[in-house]
Each structure stands twice: as structure tokens, then as C-alpha cells.
């Protein structure tokens, strides 16, 4: 089996996607990363490609360094019933081969294949479909692992920001008091345009 083969994540929950801005927060040169909460009985494919690729990587590594075992890291942990999967690669960078610098933007479409507006923000809850490659790594000190890195993501429920306000007014009934009208909302905004 090929790691350099796209492969289609199963629909799962978005947790702290940074999927159209990278994360710096531990990496100035940005990453792209996002955890997927997949239920264990839609997991099992996904599971499957990454251990068999996982044992190929580990039985080729002992026998390049001649040792018998290496620790191997999963990118992915399981709790009561769900799985959750790791995903994440690098925003820019320089090749090691090549020296050329580089930088990777993920595509995100909607349901309908169509790209999803630029100001558009994906917040965790929402539903999801990542593309992906496995990428090998190995190294002395931490052993063998996978990592999952995104290419690209189909956007199935979106939630953002203006989702959560919705949410939050919910918790309110109607009631008797003030009101805002359209012409209160419109001289609000003209009162504040001096100031920007």
C-alpha cells in the first residue's frame, strides 16, 4: 500500500479546526491542523489503512536498523465508542530536498462541491470530510508513526460564529421592553463611522 495515496476521512466532528488559517501558536511558520471525532463503527476503514501502514513502516524500519521493535505513535485515540483522528501538516516551509520555500493552502468546498466564501470561518462542532495523505516518519529517539496530513475538506454542517450567536439567543423568550428598529440600528452604524 501506497502512504502517498489520497484518502477520504468518514464524516466526522470538527474539534479547533485551523483548516483556512494556520495555527502559530506552537510553530511560526503556521500549521494547518484540526481533530475529527469519527463514532468507532464509521472509524473502522480509517483504522485499518493506518495500523496496516503503520506495521509496514515499523517491520521496514527494525530491519533497516536492525533492531526488533520501535515505538509506534497512532495518530488517533479511541473513548467510549468514539475515535478521535489527528490531522495536520505544515502551512509553509522550506523542501529539504529541493530548498525551494513553500506554502500550502487547504481547499474547502461545501456539500455542493463549491468553495466556501473566504470570510467564511469553520468553528469546531461542525460536520466534516477531510481528504488526506499518510505521510511516513521515523526517527531514533521516538520510534515510527503516521501522520495525517489534509489536503483538502468538504464542509457537511457549518458551524461559526454567527451559528453560536444564534444559539445563545435562543436561551431568551420574547418579552415586553425595548426594541430596536431598523432606523435605530442604521443610525448607530453612521454615528460610529467617524470613528474608524
Not at 484540526?34 to 496496516?52: G, H, R
Amino acid at each position: 500500500m501506497s502512504t502517498n495515496d489520497l484518502k477520504v476521512s468518514a464524516i466526522g466532528e470538527a474539534v479547533y479546526p485551523h483548516l483556512q488559517v494556520p495555527d502559530t501558536k506552537f510553530n511560526s511558520e503556521g500549521e494547518y491542523n484540526c481533530q475529527l471525532k469519527v463514532s468507532i463503527e464509521e472509524a473502522t476503514d480509517m483504522i485499518a489503512d493506518i495500523e496496516n501502514a503503520t506495521n509496514e513502516l515499523h517491520d521496514r524500519i527494525c530491519k533497516e536498523k536492525n533492531k526488533k521493535t520501535l515505538k509506534k505513535h497512532m495518530p488517533y485515540t479511541t473513548e467510549e465508542g468514539i475515535v478521535t483522528f489527528k490531522f495536520k501538516v505544515k502551512a509553509s516551509g522550506k523542501n529539504n530536498k529541493t530548498q525551494e520555500v513553500f506554502h500550502r493552502r487547504i481547499a474547502v468546498i461545501d456539500s455542493d462541491k463549491k468553495p466556501l466564501n473566504e470570510e467564511t470561518r469553520i468553528w469546531s462542532g461542525s460536520t466534516l470530510k477531510i481528504a488526506y495523505m499518510m505521510r511516513e516518519w521515523a526517527t531514533d529517539a521516538q520510534g515510527i508513526g503516521i501522520q495525517l496530513q489534509p489536503k483538502a475538506v468538504q464542509v457537511i454542517n457549518l458551524v461559526t460564529s454567527d451559528t453560536n450567536k444564534s444559539s445563545l439567543t435562543d436561551l431568551f423568550e420574547k418579552t415586553e421592553g425595548f426594541s430596536q428598529t431598523d432606523d435605530d440600528e442604521q443610525d448607530f452604524i453612521d454615528s460610529v463611522k467617524g470613528d474608524f
